[in-house]
């Protein structure tokens, strides 16, 4: 990326922030009319910011919009973190999980666990409109979207298959399977999830009636023990909104954020009054402290993964953070689609 490049999405990032830091009461955010139409990803969302906001501008609800968004990369076989090819569990099988959540009837849907469907962001969709439950896993999950007309198909690509044999080749303190052991153990299980390849989607929108919405997306933990489920499908931990608030997800270790409830954290955050990059901090932070374990800190007892945050407030305002420096997030602001780097607490 050139200097002044870089210098611009610096500039950009700040505006966006210092547009945010007056701190605004829950009451004043609901009050307030949305101001315009934003879409925020992970920093593999650039296609799916641009794909949402060009249908809300149709007039799409925000939920149809980051749903095709994100449905651009389950689709893309060289995107090895989501969808069709995305890497598999430890026995060679790609498990998909997705959730969405809809601000305007606070209803969600999500799916765990599921083989054989590249989309599971339509099928979460699906159990949000077409059942009375939240969420489905496993073969009942596969079910419910064969009974929907949707197609098994072999998700698992050459690439993600020949990624899985090495790693199973060189099997052994590589695989999540744990020894006994105590709070003050450190090198137990040695590798640590998060040195090994991760990834999501999440896309978070504001459509042109202040309808907030959100999905998450993902193949999870690369070579995952079997029916292992991370934050992605899981309400409140990967994904939440609230349609008086704001929306927020997450990419990262998965079992932080299941352990600490983090969206829902910083939309609360938000409707608390910070803005949406101080909530994605805060977010951080609270993970900082309650990481406890010495296996999952490094010497200096930061912590040994990385976990990124991305939220919007309904008026629009937007940020990103993580507890490590480096990840960048997507971010389409009504008028152009941007990458741009997220807070950090820490530089790695
Ligand atoms: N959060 C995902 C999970 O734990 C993985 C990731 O985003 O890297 O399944």
Same mark, same amino acid.
């Given at each position: ?222 070579? &995952?023990? %079997?029916?292992?489920?991370? @934050? ?9 909104? $609230?349609? !008086?608030? =704001? /929306? ?48 999952? &800190?490094? %010497?200096?007892?930061?912590? @040994? ?9 309904? $008026?629009? !305002?937007? =940020? /990103? ?28």
């Amino acid at each position: 990326m050139s200097d002044s490049r870089r210098e611009f999405m610096q500039i950009a990032s700040s505006a966006g922030a210092l547009a945010a830091t007056s701190m605004l009461s829950h009451q004043a955010i609901a009050q307030q009319r949305p101001s315009k139409i934003v879409a925020i990803s992970s920093g593999n969302g650039v296609p799916a910011v641009t794909k949402a906001v060009e249908l809300i501008r149709t007039g799409a609800d925000a939920i149809d919009a980051v749903i095709a968004g994100v449905n651009i990369v389950e689709d893309d076989p060289n995107d090895t973190s989501v969808g069709y090819g995305g890497l598999p569990n430890e026995d060679g099988v790609v498990e998909l999980d997705a959730a969405v959540m809809h601000g305007p009837t606070h209803r969600a849907g999500s799916v765990a666990s599921l083989r054989n469907i590249k989309n599971p962001s339509k099928v979460a969709k699906l159990v949000m409109d077409r059942s009375d439950h939240v969420l489905l896993v496993g073969n009942g999950a596969l079910r419910f979207a064969k009974a929907h007309g949707f197609a098994e198909e072999n998700l698992l690509t050459q690439r993600a298959r020949e990624e899985w044999l090495r790693w199973k080749e060189r099997l052994s303190t590589k695989d999540d399977w744990l020894p006994a052991h105590s709070p003050d153990d450190a090198d137990v299980g040695v590798f640590a999830p998060y040195h090994r390849h991760t990834g999501t989607i999440h896309c978070s929108a504001i459509d042109s009636k202040g309808g907030l919405s959100c999905v998450t997306t993902t193949s999870g933990l690369a070579f &995952k023990i %079997p029916g292992r489920v991370g @934050d992605s499908p899981i309400i409140g931990a990967g994904l939440y909104c $609230d349609n !008086e608030i =704001g /929306s927020a997800g997450s990419t990262g270790r998965g079992e932080a954020n299941l352990l600490n409830c983090s969206s829902m954290f910083i939309v609360e955050q938000m409707g608390m009054g910070k803005t949406p990059e101080q909530a994605c901090l805060a977010a951080c932070e609270r993970i900082v402290k309650h990481t406890k374990m010495r296996r999952l &800190k490094k %010497p200096d007892g930061k912590p @040994d993964f990385n976990v990124s945050f991305y939220a919007i407030r309904k $008026d629009g !305002e937007f =940020g /990103s953070a993580s507890i490590f420096s480096g990840p960048k997030f997507a971010i389409h602001d009504g008028n152009q689609a941007m990458l741009l780097d997220g807070k950090h607490l820490y530089k790695t």
